[in-house]
C-alpha cells in the first residue's frame, strides 16, 4: 500500500519515503495485531497471503501501466 501511494508522487515519492514509513507503522501494527484475530492458522494464511498477491498485483499493473 505504502509503495502505491509513493508511486504516484514526483520521482516516485524519494523525499517521502521516511516520513511514509514513520505515518503507516500504525497501520501496519494493526495488520499485525489483525493477524491474531483469525480463528485458526489456515485461515490466516489464506487471507493474508492473497492479501499480499493483490497489492503485488497492483504494483505489477501500476508499474506496467507507465
Given at each position: 500500500?505504502?509503495?502505491?501511494?509513493l508511486r504516484?508522487?514526483?520521482?516516485?515519492?524519494?523525499?517521502?519515503?521516511?516520513?511514509?514509513?514513520?505515518?503507516?507503522?500504525?497501520?501496519?501494527?494493526?495488520?499485525?495485531?489483525?493477524?491474531?484475530?483469525?480463528?485458526?492458522?489456515?485461515?490466516?494464511w489464506?487471507?493474508?497471503?492473497?492479501?499480499?498477491?493483490?497489492?503485488?498485483?497492483?504494483?505489477?499493473?501500476?508499474?506496467?501501466?507507465?
Amino acid at each position: 500500500m505504502l509503495r502505491l501511494f509513493l508511486r504516484v508522487l514526483p520521482n516516485d515519492g524519494a523525499d517521502w519515503v521516511i516520513p511514509a514509513l514513520i505515518a503507516f507503522f500504525p497501520l501496519w501494527m494493526a495488520w499485525m495485531i489483525g493477524a491474531f484475530a483469525f480463528r485458526n492458522a489456515v485461515r490466516a494464511w489464506a487471507t493474508l497471503g492473497g492479501a499480499n498477491a493483490a497489492a503485488f498485483l497492483m504494483l505489477w499493473l501500476t508499474h506496467h501501466a507507465g
